[in-house]
């Protein structure tokens, strides 16, 4: 159906900002609800935000709140999640997800490490 690749991780200081892409293939990113998810070394995975194709309305974790933006470019088929004032928690592998009913698809994820 369609295909998730993420990019844009790396290593970041605390307090520095990182832009993740999620880039699709196959069909287009308008039909799906698009999420964030991360995985930190132990923990379980965490929703970070989402954005809906209907009217846009995006939601984030309380953790990421004021700081991360979920937002599409459609004429470019991606999706982003701009990540700002990075604290060492946030260090995780991020994987974006496409969502309709009976369906979705994942991408194989891009690692964000936070540290001095």
């Known amino acids: 159906q369609v295909q998730l690749v993420e990019s844009g991780g790396g290593l970041v200081q605390p307090g520095g900002s990182l832009r993740l892409s999620c880039t699709g293939s196959?069909?287009?990113?308008?039909?799906?609800?698009m999420s964030w998810y991360r995985r930190a070394p132990g923990k379980e995975r965490e929703l970070v935000a989402s954005?809906?194709?209907?009217?846009?309305?995006?939601n984030y974790a309380d953790s990421v709140k004021g700081r991360f933006t979920i937002s599409r470019d459609n004429a470019k088929n991606t999706v982003y999640l701009q990540m700002n004032s990075l604290k060492p928690e946030d260090t995780a592998v991020y994987y974006c997800q496409a969502m309709r009913p009976y369906y979705q698809s994942w991408g194989q994820g891009t690692q964000v490490t936070v540290s001095s």
């Open positions: 954005t809906t194709n209907t009217d846009g309305s995006t």
């Open positions: 196959g069909n287009t990113l308008s039909l799906y609800i």
